[in-house]
């Protein structure tokens, strides 16, 4: 009897299931869009998410899902709209470092979703499909020593849709010891102006900007600056004038600063060594080739480039002109206006 009874209540469970079944898979969710972010500083991610799911049903969420942190500093979340099959919709919220199970999503690995105009959560048209935000200005650097590689961004943008940046990417160290900041201000559909920030190492998705590969970008009249603020504009050809450059160590280098200007007239970008300026001022030791330059702001700093590196002339102000390192500046290797610490020397002897 008591066996009759288990196999009775097994059989009933087993019925049950299947009569579920259908109706559970029936309440799938579609998915409409997905954004990702803090309050409203917010990106699209459908494209990222649908990539994602071609391969997973379930991952764990974070900045490195999607390649891109919109709102530093601040615990941001995965928003998921859909809709069910009656019509209903509702939003699928997920925090950094939770769990997402595609199962719940209905053709989650096939890729048939997210392709409508509008849905859950949105107050107008569609996100743009080659992304809501246009560039207006890169800056490449740390707070207080920065260049604008604007037009360094949109070569690359025109082969790579997602990158990975550093030093190499741009061909300039701007801060050297220092962890630098790729940071992309850019405009939203609501007109309101924002700030996204790319440390060393981390991967550039450029599908979030508009007209990403077409280039048709950074182009106008926005005066901002590293911060925003609507200062002069920087010079598109630099923002460094040079003031000397010379070459060797600390303890014995040559002043190259008209070697430099005839190398600028034919060479926007070359690699540096001894043949370069044809002199060894210190046999046996990596030297450098230090450049003295004044910022917009007025500062003076030194841009140092070891044996072998790349030298980018398009961070100075007219680079391939020559109207430079002609002034009155008495400054040396150390960048001191009096007498040189080192061995300085002028003529290679």
Known sequence: MHIQRLF??????????????????????????????????RVDVTQRL???????????????TFGIDPAHGHVKTLRIF???????????????GDTVDGSIFAGWRGGQWGDRNQGPGDQGPGPNPGGAYVILRAYYGVPGSNVDVTNRLRELARHHLIFR????????????????????????????????????????????FSGWQGGNWGRGAWQGDWNGGQGPSPNPEGAYVILRAYYGIPESNVDVTDQLRELAHDHPIFRMGNSTFGIDPAHGYVKILRIWARGPNGDVREFDYPEGSTVDGRIFSDWRGGNWGRGEWRGNWNGDRGRDRGRQRDDGH
């Not at 859909?82 to 950094?96: K, L, N």
């Not at 741009?170 to 900041?181: E, S």
């Open 82 to 96: 859909a809709e069910a099959p009656d019509g209903q919709q509702r939003t699928f919220e997920y925090r950094e």
């Open 8 to 41: 009775h209540r097994t059989w009933m469970a087993f019925a049950f299931v299947l009569l579920i079944a259908p109706w559970a898979a029936a309440q799938q969710y579609r998915i409409v869009r997905a954004d990702y972010g803090w309050r409203d500083q």
């Open 50 to 64: 649908r990539e994602l799911a071609r391969d997973r049903d379930v991952f764990r969420m974070g900045n490195s």
């Open 165 to 208: 940046m550093g030093n190499s990417t741009f061909g300039i160290d701007p801060a050297h010891g220092y962890v630098k900041t790729l940071r992309i201000w850019a405009r939203g559909s609501d007109g309101n102006v924002r700030v996204f920030e790319y440390s060393e190492g981390s991967t550039v998705d450029g599908r979030i």
